[in-house]
């Protein structure tokens, strides 16, 4: 299983950067509301955002290299592994959004990483 962790990891990266690709569209695009009205008005406007875009392409590329991942590993195996994208968000919203990461947000993160080593090293 150790010869799948580089497709494994390529998951983890995409998944990561459809999220901060999804989160820099809708973060440009800005709030609305919750309703009927607000939600066909937006949607042109999300539909063609660039980052919402290429956000969605680069989900879709994560998801079908999962799927591969998937057709060879364990799901027990695997699927911990996408918590490292928690992990990466975390650092993310730390150093480029200046985002708050509480105590409890650094234990949690930490917690993942260690779950993961332990499975990784099964």
Known sequence: MIQFVPLILFVVVT?????????KGMTDI??????????WNIAGTVATNWAVIAGLIVMVISMASHLVVLSRVEISYAYPFLGLSFVLVALYGYYF???AVTIWRAAGVLLIVAGVAVIAKT
Do not use: A, C, R, T
């Open 15 to 23: 998944n990561f950067l459809s999220q901060i690709l999804l989160k």
């Open 30 to 39: 800005g709030e609305f509301e919750l309703n009927g009205d607000g939600l």
């Open 97 to 99: 959004l200046d985002e």
